[in-house]
């Protein structure tokens, strides 16, 4: 009964191309989020969506488009692919009013 | 805006020994605080946090972490680790009610026998 859970695990892939990394919870939440983890662990928020829209937008680059068909999903989108987007990405949901955010296993994105 | 240091990026000990990790936060609003916990090659797991009241708080494996408002920290404590305690700890802050988590850059705990 995975709480968070994100496909692919592992994701590696050439420079300039296209991918998709997608996030389904099956908590209920309403809100859910992408952070990136750099190479020294760093982990920083990207997007947070409420109910299906945009609420948090951190300075990301727009070759990275979150969508949320429903609110149980908040895929990743990822154009022309760069060497500095290797990371691992997580996403994550929370119930407003909680505070308390859940995380999934991670994807490990290589771009070569 | 919130920030987190986390003043240790890694802290070696011997198995059963006590240990601290230290984790400060800078915030002019009230905030919750969060301890995280990433075994290896895994995801983040939620260790223990600090919402309201007591300011002392628990997790299920013997780790605690008291809130500090004068002194701005949330220092996490364990009386004796274990072999599998070896993780990185991250701690994270968000103001009241807005969601945003705020991390610091983690305290790698490295158990040995």
């Known amino acids: 009964d995975t709480a968070v859970s994100q496909t692919p695990k592992y994701l590696v892939t050439q420079m300039g191309n296209d991918k998709s990394i997608k996030c389904e919870q099956n908590l209920g939440h309403d809100t859910m989020y992408w952070y990136k983890q750099d190479s020294k662990k760093f982990l920083k928020i990207m997007f947070s969506?409420?109910?299906?829209?945009?609420?948090i937008n951190e300075t990301v680059p727009n070759r990275f488009s979150p969508k949320s068909p429903d609110k149980a999903h908040l895929n990743l989108h990822i154009n022309s692919l760069e060497l500095g987007d290797s990371a691992v990405y997580f996403c994550?949901?929370?119930?407003?009013?909680?505070?308390?955010?859940?995380f999934g296993p991670g994807t490990r994105l290589t771009v070569l | 805006a919130q920030s987190v240091t986390q003043l240790d990026s890694q802290v070696p000990v011997f198995e059963e020994a006590p240990v601290e990790l230290r984790c400060n936060y800078s915030s002019s609003v009230s905030v919750y605080l969060f301890w995280y916990v990433q075994y290896p090659n895994q995801g983040l797991q939620l260790l223990l946090k600090y919402l309201s009241g007591s300011t002392l708080v628990e997790s299920i494996n013997g780790f605690e972490a008291e809130f500090n408002k004068s002194q701005t920290s949330f220092h996490l404590r364990k009386p004796s680790v274990h072999i599998s305690d070896t993780a990185e700890y991250f701690c994270?802050?968000?103001?009241?009610?807005?969601?945003?988590?705020?991390f610091g850059t983690g305290t790698r705990l490295l158990v040995s026998p």
């Open positions: 994270a802050v968000t103001q009241t009610g807005f969601q945003k988590l705020v």
């Open positions: 969506y409420n109910n299906k829209e945009l609420i």
């Open positions: 994550a949901s929370s119930q407003p009013g909680t505070d308390t955010q859940y």
